[in-house]
């Protein structure tokens, strides 16, 4: 296990249909987030787990997303009664938090995977 | 406003030129800065962080520099390649902010042979 990966890397889906997307962290590290991308700008962060527990959630993550992370390793997150506004790509990162503060990761690196691109039609 | 603001937009250049890449950040307290470099429909790949203390730093042919004073950073690229051809993402991290990241908006560079 060299990286973060995300499955499926490409998603398109009608307008109403649920999704889900699945993201397997860097084994050793505790922390794993969810940001979103859409085209020409920045990731925007969604949520973030230390182990199993969410500890934060943007105002972006709307009711119709919700995020697990069941038994500390890997992540889903889902899309419900997904809108063309949603589409974009969604990006899965991990981390190893050394202490509770750990400086935005700063000692322990940030990976990112390659992303699910969601298509709504 | 976004609280990190990245510059120029785009950027055309011919291969083995150089540039540089701006940002400008708000974020208060600060506690570092990443720059990531994103290939088209990837995810994005750290090039360099610095922290508070630190004001350049280097992998190959890119060189950060950081300024927390006036909360400017800037990415050196020399003698350009091809497959430099990316966005490229100016990240802060704030201080006790839980590892939430603010990202720029990212310069798109296109390396032309």
């Known amino acids: 296990d060299t990286g973060v990966s995300q499955d499926p890397r490409h998603k398109i889906t009608k307008r109403g249909q649920n999704v889900t997307f699945r993201c397997d962290p860097i084994?050793?590290?505790?922390?794993l987030y969810w940001y979103r991308q859409t085209l020409g700008q920045g990731p925007e962060f969604l949520t973030y787990?230390?182990?199993?527990?969410?500890?934060?959630k943007s105002r972006l993550l709307s009711d119709r997303f919700s995020a697990e992370r069941p038994k500390g390793s890997f992540s889903t997150l889902e899309i419900q009664r997904t809108e063309q506004g949603d589409s974009a790509m969604y990006l899965c990162?991990?981390?190893?938090?050394?202490?509770?503060?750990?400086?935005?990761?700063?000692?322990?690196?940030?990976?990112f995977g390659s992303g699910t691109r969601l298509t709504v039609v | 406003k976004n609280q990190v603001e990245q510059s120029p937009q785009s950027l055309i250049i011919l291969e083995g030129k150089n540039c540089t890449l701006q940002?400008?950040?708000?974020?208060?307290?600060?506690?570092?800065l990443r720059w990531y470099k994103q290939d088209t429909g990837r995810g994005p790949v750290s090039l360099t962080i610095?922290?508070?203390?630190?004001n350049t730093k280097s992998n190959g042919r890119y060189t950060a520099t950081l300024d927390a004073d006036t909360k400017q950073s800037s990415l050196h690229i020399t003698a350009s390649q091809l497959s430099d051809s990316a966005s490229y993402i100016c990240?802060?991290?704030?201080?006790?902010?839980?590892?939430?990241?603010?990202f720029g908006g990212g310069t798109r560079l296109m390396v032309k042979p």
């Open positions: 940002c400008n950040y708000t974020v208060s307290p600060f506690s570092n």
């Open positions: 990240v802060v991290s704030k201080r006790n902010a839980g590892n939430m990241l603010t």
């Open positions: 084994s050793e590290h505790n922390r």
């Open positions: 787990f230390q182990n199993e527990a969410q500890l934060e």
């Open positions: 610095m922290t508070f203390s630190e």
């Open positions: 990162a991990s981390s190893l938090a050394l202490s509770w503060e750990d400086e935005g990761g700063a000692k322990s690196g940030y990976t």
